[in-house]
């Protein structure tokens, strides 16, 4: 849960952050940036600021603002109602992103994982991918769709162009089993 | 027909457009921008500069630079293969653009129609779409599938980011029958 007060002030320093990068929003879009902490109540650490500027039937287009080292937990975009999982397309425009995606892991990981992303056992972790994928301004890297992935911005924060087929954020699949996609504001 | 020296310079032009605006690209991306004059031979006046991030089976995403007053003519995208032609949503990035669309004409229009605009004929003109949309940044607009378009960048040049489902250039339909969409080099 968020209080109100954390929404605004996550959301002002998601606008600066875009400011600072040359991304101009009208003042309706800044009131519209969602700030998700999925329900972990942790936001500088696990948490993620979306500005969507469109999503339609065909395709789907965002500004992602990660403040310094948070993190976007693990997940997947599994199919929908016999439509093929979220396709997506992250290009950092500012800042650095460590992206993590299944497959070989990476002998050394750059990111911090979240206190907690061991989950309650050794055998049922909370992180699993661990191929590590950094991306610098100009760098960019597609996901496959309903492949596990998780992210982590560099010391700076990160601002990240997403640009992917229809998005339905409701049904991502989160690793940890905590999690609440919607926000709660209270 | 662009000369290479031309091509180039386009290419080097844009890239400093972008810098400008603080959009980051890689060396790659930016030996690899499209520069279309759609066979008219007129770049400064009807012409396309185009970066290309991702085209796949869903979405596509593309930077659009417009140098001064360059004009991109009235086209549309039409079904393909049973397909439905190319939605598209153009979101301003930085400068000014003028979009016109089908419907009821706007009474005034802003854009200075390229020479040779009215064909070689009353009845057939190359730009039949007058409905104005002017986009500052900040600004966005949808267009949908297979409907008529055409814009013009305002005296300083604009730089207009391109959401759009996926992207089959060489299938568009312009008014303009002497119109090539791909361009020659030599």
Request: aromatic share 10%; glycine share 8%.
């Amino acid at each position: 849960m968020l209080t109100k007060e954390q929404y605004l002030q996550a959301q002002q320093r998601s606008a600066r952050m875009l400011a600072q990068a040359g991304i101009v929003l009208t003042s309706a879009e800044i009131e519209k940036i969602e700030v998700a902490d999925f329900g972990l109540g942790e936001l500088e650490t696990s948490g993620l600021q979306v500005v969507v500027y469109i999503n339609n039937e065909h395709y789907c287009a965002k500004e992602l603002v990660l403040f310094p080292r948070q993190t976007c937990p693990e997940h997947r975009h599994p199919p929908v109602e016999g439509r093929p999982g979220k396709t997506e397309t992250f290009r950092c425009r500012w800042g650095k992103v460590w992206l993590y995606v299944a497959g070989e892991p990476s002998e050394q990981i750059q990111a911090v994982l979240p206190p907690g992303s061991k989950g309650g056992s050794e055998t049922h972790p909370y992180y699993t991918a661990f191929q590590e994928i950094e991306l610098n301004p100009g760098d960019q890297y597609t996901i496959p769709a309903d492949s596990l992935h998780w992210f982590q911005a560099g010391e700076g924060g990160a601002i990240v162009s997403e640009f992917s087929s229809t998005s339905r954020d409701e049904s991502d699949h989160f690793t940890d089993p905590r999690i609440q996609r919607a926000t709660v504001v209270g």
